[in-house]
């Protein structure tokens, strides 16, 4: 029987004609798996603004549902406003709602403070229109004063009217099932759908996860780590490692899968075909 377990794809807007050509092509391979949308990534303080803009108008006049994110730091209420104004006049549906990190030398924070901020907001000035995702962390968000404060921040937001969350990418599955029994004894009842990140480098997971303060666990680093420059074996092992968190998290109840394409589809391909996607 093929998986039927809902998907969805994250994208970071390209920088160049070439790179937007390259996304298209890339979209339409993972489209033959129907996710149920594409998501664009927004450079905090706006840097990616008009890009994200782009690549989300582009999806959507293909005919699938396209989520921007939308990141608050640095902004006004102004600027969210008008942005908000544009996705919905285009016929966006669903936004992911983010805080986002302060770019080196931008001085202000500007008007909003926390994602929960920017939740409230997005439901005063349009309502229900927007199904509204906002980022959830299994293994705690590295800024977090404890474990228990970032569960009851994570609550802030879907209190404010977020309608579903996805976490950061994690390789513990583990930290995903306890992370949603947390919230369930909170009283949150909304999906939380785990973010797959496919290992392609290792180098370039290494550098995301020190940032993120998502753990490579030290057998599966050690492991990465001794293939040195062996792309092959990164590749195979990464996905063996991956296919099986999938299979785990689907057997344990994960509502959907949402998949950190860093633009290429072959990963992410790879790892839907081991787990019985069919187009
Ligand atoms: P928040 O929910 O505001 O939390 C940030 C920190 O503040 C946490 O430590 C939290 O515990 C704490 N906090 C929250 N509320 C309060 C409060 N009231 N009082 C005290 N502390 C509080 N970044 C981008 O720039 N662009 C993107 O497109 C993007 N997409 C992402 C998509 C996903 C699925 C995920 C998981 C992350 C994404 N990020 C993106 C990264 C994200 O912006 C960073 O992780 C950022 O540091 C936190 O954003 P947040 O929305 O989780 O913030």
Redesign the pocket.
Known sequence: MANTTPISF?F?PPQTAEGAEKLAAVRTRLAAFKPDFF??????GGSTQDR?LETIRQIHAEGHEAAP?????GSTRDNVRALLQAYQDMGIKRI??????LPSGMASIGEF??????VAFIRAETGAHFHI?????PE??????SAR??M???K??MDAGADS?????FYNADAYFHFVEEARKLGINAPIVP?IMPIVRFSQLARFSDA?GAEIPRWMRKTLEGYGDDVASVQAFGLDVVAQLCEKLIAGGAPAL?F?TLNQATASLEILKRLGYRT
């Open positions: 994250e970071y998501s664009v990534t927004f450079g905090a994200t994110h939308l990141s608050c730091v992911v709602a983010l805080r986002g990190d403070q926390y994602a929960s901020e920017l995702e906002v980022a959830a962390y705690f968000h590295p800024q977090a004063k404060d970032d009851l921040n994570f802030r937001k969350a996805i976490t950061q990418y973010g993120c949402h950190y």
